[in-house]
């Protein structure tokens, strides 16, 4: 099973809302759940989440939708849970951003 491991920035506004719409989209998508966890209650809010799936391209289509979700400000691939080097999700996005935005207080 392939798994891919996220650190999401999500909106303030509707905190609730926005993890709600995350899981439905990772279960829309046929992933499995693998872990959740939240960061510090201080904005932006961190979301830390891994998921499964027995084919790749699942995994794919889930950091997409991500990236076009209104909720969901920023998506970052993280190595493994508990690390806090991040990448970006996508290629093009700035290493120097994505590692900064992990900080936490």
Avoid: K
Wanted: hydrophobic share 50%; charged share 25%.
């Amino acid at each position: 099973m392939s798994t891919l491991h996220l650190a999401l920035r999500l909106d303030r506004t509707d905190l609730f809302g926005a993890v709600e719409w995350t899981l439905a989209n990772a279960r829309r998508t046929g992933l499995h759940l693998i872990d959740l966890c939240f960061g510090p209650a201080a904005a932006p809010y961190q979301l830390t989440l891994s998921v499964g799936a027995e084919d790749a391209d699942r995994l794919d289509l889930f950091v997409r939708r991500l990236e076009n979700g209104v909720d969901v400000l920023e998506v970052f691939e993280i190595a493994a849970p508990g690390e806090r080097a991040a990448q970006p999700a996508r290629a093009e996005a700035r290493p120097e951003v994505a590692e900064s935005s992990l900080e936490l207080a």
